[in-house]
C-alpha cells in the first residue's frame, strides 16, 4: 500500500514558477513510475508528465519546456517544477504511482493516487 499526500500548489501569476511535491509512504517507493496528472473544471484528468524507476522521463506535449519531473528516493519523493506557467495551466494536480512496466500516461494504469492540489494561475 502507498499512500501519496501532494503539497506547493497556490496562486501565481502568468509567467511564474511554482514547485509541487508528492510525499510516499512505504518501502517501495523507488520501483514505481511516479506521474502528475491534473483536471480542470469541467475537464477529464490528463497526463503531465511521469518518471520511471531508472529516472526515464516522460512529458505532455504541452508542458514540455516548461515542467520538469524529479524524484529523491531516499526522500520518497517526487517533485513536479512548473516554470512559465499560464492561465490554462489552473488545475487541480494529482500525483499517482503505477507498478513499473505499464504505460505512463493512462490514469487507470496507475494504483495510487494522492487528494490533489489545486494550482491557479492568473492573467
Known amino acids: 500500500q502507498v499512500q501519496l499526500v501532494e503539497s506547493g500548489g497556490g496562486l501565481v501569476q502568468a509567467g511564474g514558477s511554482l514547485r509541487l511535491s508528492c510525499a510516499a509512504s512505504g518501502r517501495t517507493f523507488s520501483s514505481y513510475t511516479m506521474g502528475w496528472f491534473r483536471q480542470a473544471p469541467g475537464k477529464a484528468r490528463e497526463f503531465v508528465a511521469a518518471?520511471?524507476?531508472?529516472?526515464?522521463?516522460y512529458y505532455a506535449d504541452f508542458v514540455k519546456g516548461r515542467f520538469t519531473i524529479s524524484r529523491h528516493n531516499a526522500r520518497n519523493t517526487v517533485y513536479l517544477q512548473m516554470n512559465s506557467l499560464k492561465p490554462e495551466d489552473t488545475a487541480v494536480y494529482y500525483c499517482?504511482?503505477?507498478?513499473?512496466?505499464?504505460?505512463?500516461?493512462?490514469?487507470?494504469?496507475?494504483?495510487?493516487w494522492g487528494q490533489g492540489t489545486q494550482v491557479t494561475v492568473s492573467s
Open positions: 518518471i520511471t524507476s531508472g529516472g526515464y522521463t
Open positions: 499517482a504511482a503505477a507498478v513499473p512496466g505499464r504505460s505512463y500516461s493512462k490514469e487507470y494504469e496507475y494504483d495510487y
